[in-house]
């Protein structure tokens, strides 16, 4: 995993509050997963269903993506995904219920909001700026409810509510979750501010664009 970004001992919060109980029950979506290929990705109903039915099973309260996880199959329905190779998932999901809410896990500022509309992306968003002891860096939240509680250019403080998980078109008719990602000022400059896969080739760029997400998210 890739952690560069320093912070000093800054006092991060738990994105969820006290709501998350327990350890995760940790999600394969890797390709090598067959389950996969049994998800109906063009019903939201019928997919989220099955991810919360397994998470149910699981005896677990809520669940984890994994970071660079390698999701060709699962991308499979998306051709532009697919046509440009970008199947390395860049964030962290988080698995928990629409309508749960979420905190600033650090002072920030709003850097940008909005809406993807196709279904595969993100739906609502939301892109907050930190500057911790002078390391400014960026993190996206993406498949919120919408409308957004939180306007670009908002301060927002460590602990505030900021986001509800969303579901059907406002999480891009992804299962309910969050997607975590960390994006440095390099990747904002080169125009990455959107992406949640990368190509392999692109994998090497990692800890200069996409750091892991990790580090900020606590429970």
């Keep these: 995993m890739y952690y560069p970004l320093c912070l000093n001992g800054a006092d991060i919060l738990p994105l969820f509050g006290d709501f998350l109980k327990g350890v995760p029950y940790i999600f394969d979506f890797s ?7 049994e998800y109906n990705l063009f019903d939201f109903e019928e997919f989220n269903t099955r991810i919360f039915d397994e998470l149910e099973a699981s005896n677990k309260q809520w669940g984890i993506g994994r970071y660079l996880e390698e999701r060709k199959s699962l991308l499979r329905a998306y051709p532009n995904i697919i046509e440009e190779q970008r199947y390395y998932h860049l964030g962290l999901d988080i698995i928990v219920p629409y309508n749960t809410p979420m905190y600033a896990p650090l002072d920030a500022e709003v850097y940008k909001t909005g809406k993807e509309t196709a279904i595969g992306n993100y739906g ?8 911790i002891n002078g390391v400014v ?3 996206l939240y ?13 301060k927002v403080k460590a602990g505030q509510k900021f986001a ?6 406002d999480s891009g008719g992804w299962f309910c979750h969050v997607h975590l990602q960390i994006l440095t000022q390099a990747a904002i400059d080169a125009g990455y501010a959107d992406w949640g896969y990368i190509s392999p080739e692109l994998l090497p760029k990692v800890e200069t664009y996409f750091p892991s997400p990790y580090f900020l998210f606590k429970y």
């Design 31 to 37: 390709s090598n997963n067959p389950k996969n290929l």
């Design 142 to 154: 993406g498949h919120l409810k919408t409308p957004h509680l939180v306007n670009v250019g908002d």
């Design 124 to 131: 609502g968003y939301i892109i907050l700026k930190h500057d």
């Design 164 to 169: 509800h998980i969303g579901q059907e078109s």
């Design 137 to 139: 860096f960026y993190s």
